[in-house]
């Protein structure tokens, strides 16, 4: 027979340490300010469900990304802009397929089907973001020859796509990175804006990874050796 003593007092234990834990988190949500900035990383429809190199559930970072961008009032968007015939095309290399590499002038370059080209469809935002306070969109990629997935730095990496300057000039302290895909432009993002002086941080379900050849696993493991901080949308404070 259950002694009823014990049981409530489990479940005062059970309540008390929820309270505990509720407070414990309220007291450590991170509060963006105007020293902070949401990078917010090319949600276009090619990397969207239907898209020609949609990212598996990919969908699924924006309404996450809505609902954490209402508490910024920093938000830059980026957009890859590629031309028709892009050097990181596996069309264009003769014999190559999709997620093959080749090794071009600054370094080892991933083959991808063709995706995000200038002025089609699939290289708009998805219609599903709702951030009208977006004060900047960043086009990466328009260089024929050179790959970039950085919102910070082109893939040669010693070209800028000024986005440092401009963080910099508002002085914005700390950026928190979201979007697509983990494994390559949000984390060479995060990675850029470590090497640029700003506190970082990546929110974990508001991005979603290609993972080819284990690049999820390292792409992780690359981030908090660089001290970029891995946080959920939860851990960040609601506006009021």
């Known amino acids: ?3 009823r003593r014990k049981v409530l007092a489990g479940v005062s234990t059970v309540a008390l340490a929820s309270l505990v834990s509720s407070k414990l988190w309220a007291a450590t ?14 949600v276009q429809n090619c990397f ?18 809505n609902k954490i961008a209402k508490s910024f009032a920093n938000v830059v968007m980026t957009q890859d802009w590629h031309t028709p015939g892009h050097v990181s095309f596996a069309s264009v290399h003769s ?38 306070q977006a004060e900047l969109i960043i086009r990466k990629g328009f260089h024929k020859d050179v790959d970039s997935y950085s ?21 914005v302290k700390r950026v928190f990175v979201a979007g697509l895909a983990t494994d390559f432009c949000v984390a ?7 090497k640029a002086g700003f506190e ?7 991005c979603r990874g290609i993972d080819t050849q284990g690049s999820l696993a390292k792409a992780w493991a690359d981030m908090a050796k660089a001290g970029v901080k891995r946080i959920q949308s939860g851990d960040i404070a609601a506006t009021a």
């Open 188 to 194: 060479w993002t995060a990675l850029d804006a470590r």
């Open 200 to 206: 970082v941080y990546v929110v974990e379900d508001a």
């Open 1 to 3: 027979m259950l002694d």
């Open 48 to 65: 969207l469900p239907g898209g020609s190199l949609a990212v598996k559930e990919g969908e699924q970072v924006v309404p996450v990304i």
């Open 95 to 132: 014999g190559k397929k999709p997620f093959e590499t080749i090794d071009l002038p600054y370094g080892k370059q991933v083959l991808w089907p063709d995706h995000c080209v200038q002025g089609t469809d699939g290289a708009a935002l998805s219609k599903d973001l709702s951030i009208p």
């Open 151 to 171: 919102a910070f730095l082109e893939a040669d990496g010693k070209t800028t796509t000024g986005l440092a300057a401009y963080l910099k000039s508002r002085k």
């Open 29 to 42: 949500a991170i509060k963006p300010d105007d020293a902070s900035a949401l990078l917010v990383i090319d």
